[in-house]
């Protein structure tokens, strides 16, 4: 059965859908698929949510790389003070680390979540839970939504069904069936924010755990190639961290991660082994600035035993040594895939939305907000802030 049309219909209960009601209140109806709002928010930051960053608006932006300039609106207009103070006032207080990243005071997900709740039924917004939309057909007024329920008609409609990772969160990709089905182009999607599996894992295995600060690295692509500086983390798998999370957007089987560990090896290296010319070669590494069990994988990867006094080393050894050192490649066995990344890249082409109101310019009164827009951001809060930002944005604008 058709009902009365709705003002505005908001696809999703992530942030990207919750900012959006909290922003247009009374008259925007919420249909969340499951039987509670915000199931990935509630994983974030592995539960402790790490909902934005205290960067200037142009660095923010700055960090946001290719999508920049297009989020600048949503981002400037709706930023992270507004974010903290709008939480704060539904009685999530936070707090900012020494890296910029922003969580509740309470370190807990559901805190935000909740007050984002709290807000959205202040502000008048409804959602009606266990309501999946299979099917949106566009109509002479608005919108025809066909869902598990029921029929309904809607004058205004978001789509903020957030990306296709993590898939029982309730984000399985449906806002780019809908989005494309209604006329929207899709750049292909894939996982974002993910770790990589190495082909030299059964070497580096053994320094899982090892965080590395500030590594240079080279991407080397079919595409292209890359720079870029951040930590790094080896894993009993291979590699992760910002160094590799950020990147892996552009990353695919086959291609090389070529990580500078120590630029200036090819000086500290020989004096390490000269300084310490009565030890192991194991030992003597210690003076670099790397833990002890990279040394080990190192030497192990190049096949050099950890226990040779460093007199006999050859010379072909130590060169082997300093080469790896200042400039050693990972091949990549595996990009960590969608199913556990924390993010997707692809999604609704950003030039078919206007960025001013995130209403989209294929189809008058369809609005596009949050992770289903083709943006591939950092770690740090910047995935959730954006959603916040680009809904809330959204919001505004269906009300005019
Ligand atoms: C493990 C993990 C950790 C993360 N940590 C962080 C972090 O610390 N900081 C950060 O900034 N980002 C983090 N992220 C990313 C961040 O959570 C997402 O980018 C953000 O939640 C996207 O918001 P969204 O509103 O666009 O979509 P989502 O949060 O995915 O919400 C979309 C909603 O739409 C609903 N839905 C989908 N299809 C339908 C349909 N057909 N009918 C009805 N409802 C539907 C879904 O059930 C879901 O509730 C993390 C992600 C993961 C997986």
Partial sequence: MIKTAIPFVIIGAGPAGLAAAIAYGKGAVILERNQEAGKKLLLSGTGQCNFTNTLSKEDFIRACRKAGPWLKSAIYTYDSDFFINLLEEAGCESFAREDGKVF????????????????????????????????????????????????IQCTKLLI???????????????????????????????????????????????????????????????????????????????????????????????????????????????????DNRHKIVLNALKALPLTEAIIASVLHYLCIFADTQVRDLSKKEINKIINFLQAGDFIIKQVESLETSMSTAGGVLLKEV???????????????????????????????????????????????
């Fill in 104 to 151: 509740p005071s309470s370190r807990k997900a559901e805190h935000v979540r909740d007050a984002l709740l709290k807000t959205t039924m202040h502000n008048g917004a409804e959602i009606v839970y266990d309501t999946q939309v299979l099917e949106i057909k566009k109509s002479k007024n608005g919108f025809i939504l066909k869902t598990n329920n029921d029929e």
């Fill in 160 to 274: 903020a069904c957030g990306g296709s990772s993590w898939q029982q969160t309730g984000s399985t990709g449906d806002g780019y069936f809908f989005a494309e089905k209604l006329g929207h182009k899709i750049n292909p999607i894939k996982p974002a924010l993910a770790s990589v599996e190495t082909s030299s894992q059964d070497s580096f295995s053994q320094c899982s755990g090892s965080t590395l600060q500030n590594i240079r690295a080279d991407f080397i692509t079919k595409t292209g190639r890359h720079k870029d500086t951040d930590d790094v983390l080896f894993t009993h798998r291979g590699l992760s961290g910002p160094l590799i999370l950020n990147n892996s957007y552009l990353l695919e089987k086959g291609d090389t991660i070529r990580l500078h560990l120590v630029p200036d090896a090819e000086t500290s290296v020989p004096k390490a082994l000269r």
């Fill in 354 to 400: 206007n960025p001013a109101t995130m209403q989209s310019r294929i189809v008058q009164g369809l609005y596009i907000a949050g992770e289903v827009l083709d943006y591939a951001l950092p770690t740090g809060g910047f995935n959730i802030q954006a959603a916040f930002s680009t809904g809330f944005l959204a919001g505004i604008s269906a009300i005019s």
